[in-house]
């Protein structure tokens, strides 16, 4: 029944290697997001995707890469892990790209880098 | 781009007041201001909004309030109660921005029992 649902919840890891992120909604909504939420809770917009497009992509460094097989799917790939990429990684969905809507948070996955 | 301000950074309130957030706005094109609300170790989750056409919202003890022209907005809560303590999150939206959020730095509340 779970709306936004992200796997892994918890991701320990050690530097320099490469980890992925799956995230799924079932809402039926066309645009879907990857944020970061920082140690001081800030949190800040990764990728936006509208229909398996890239409408926004904000200046991460390009080891994160997005994937979108279809429009309930929005996966994040990191390679080469570096320590600042701990953090927890919220996927997000919401309907319509024409007009700003709620945005419906997954449960976050708590990725760790040592 | 849009900056988002948010003040204060903490909060203490005694059950039973009320709070206050504050949050501006630098693009006068921003069209949407939703608050979330993130409860320790838990996702943040829309607790109101509001669009640039409406000046205020009330949903029973919560309420915002939208000024275009001094681009602010604010977050009330009345009758506080402990689990209201969280993390609020203010966020602007506008289609120049493809409609994507930026949130401010957010605001942690702590009601006092």
């Known amino acids: 029944d779970t709306a936004v649902s992200q796997t892994p919840k918890y991701l320990v890891t050690q530097m320099g290697n490469d980890k992925s992120i799956k995230c799924e909604q079932n809402?039926?909504?066309?645009?879907m997001y990857w944020y970061k939420q920082d140690s001081k809770k800030f949190l800040k917009i990764m990728f936006s995707?509208?229909?398996?497009?890239?409408?926004i992509n904000e200046t991460v460094p390009n080891r994160f890469s997005p994937k979108s097989p279809d429009k309930a799917h929005l996966n994040l790939h990191i390679n080469s892990l570096e320590l600042g990429d701990s953090a927890v990684y919220f996927c997000?969905?919401?309907?319509?790209?024409?007009?700003?809507?709620?945005?419906?948070f997954g449960p976050g996955t708590r990725l760790t880098v040592l | 781009g849009e900056n988002v301000e948010q003040h204060p950074s903490t909060l203490s309130v005694q059950e039973g007041d009320s709070a206050v957030i504050k949050c501006t706005y630098s693009?006068?094109?921003?069209?949407?201001f939703p608050w979330y609300k993130q409860e320790l170790g838990k996702r943040p989750q829309l607790i109101i909004d509001?669009?640039?056409?409406?000046g205020e919202k009330k949903d029973q003890r919560i309420a915002v309030t939208l000024n275009k022209t001094a681009k602010h907005f604010s977050l009330h809560i009345t009758e506080t109660q402990p689990e209201d303590s969280a993390v609020y999150f203010c966020a602007a939206s506008n289609r120049n921005y493809g409609q994507n959020f930026v949130f401010g730095p957010g605001t942690r509340l702590s009601v006092l029992p």
């Open positions: 995707y509208n229909n398996k497009e890239l409408i």
């Open positions: 693009d006068s094109a921003s069209n949407y």
């Open positions: 809402l039926g909504h066309d645009t």
């Open positions: 509001i669009r640039s056409n409406v």
């Open positions: 997000a969905s919401s309907q319509g790209s024409g007009r700003a809507n709620e945005q419906f």
